[in-house]
């Protein structure tokens, strides 16, 4: 019987030792799998950390170009608030020298001749009126740039 025991012992040694060896066996198979999967997880790790550096530049890049689009843009909005008062100021010098060459050009127009007014309570005494009163006024202005004219000669 002791014989019996030490071969069962030694049965069930073998046989938990051909489960370890089976076992040792599926996790050699993992732990290759494993290290297969961690060198291509450092390669990725490796690929990510060169395209992070990349948009590291990048973004620096673009911050510069950002800086730079500011100053330019302020510059040429500045600019163009100078222009446009300048243009605004030309303009109304524009329409000062119009109003001036209008009232030169109105006052060089010939004076129509006087027709004798009616008498008051005529039919057309009214018409007749304001023409001599515009030509006692035109011949008034034309009295005055002559005498302005000697002055000034």
Avoid: W
Wanted: net charge neutral.
């Amino acid at each position: 019987m002791n014989h019996m025991i030490g071969l069962i012992i030694e049965g069930t040694v073998a046989i938990l030792l051909v489960i370890t060896i089976g076992y040792c066996m599926v996790l050699e198979r993992r732990l290759r799998r494993l290290r297969a999967d961690e060198e291509s997880l450092r390669a990725v790790i490796a690929e990510l950390i060169t395209a992070t550096e990349i948009a590291d530049r990048a973004i620096g890049g673009l911050k510069v170009t950002v800086r730079e689009c500011d100053q330019n843009l302020g510059e040429r909005l500045r600019a163009a608030e100078r222009f446009s008062a300048s243009i605004e100021a030309q303009l109304a010098a524009g329409d000062e020298v119009l109003r001036r060459l209008s009232q030169i050009a109105a006052a060089s127009r010939p004076v129509p001749p006087v027709v004798p007014s009616a008498q008051p309570g005529e039919p057309g005494a009214a018409g007749a009126s304001a023409q001599s009163t515009l030509a006692a006024a035109q011949a008034l202005v034309e009295r005055a740039r002559t005498r302005t004219g000697d002055r000034a000669a």
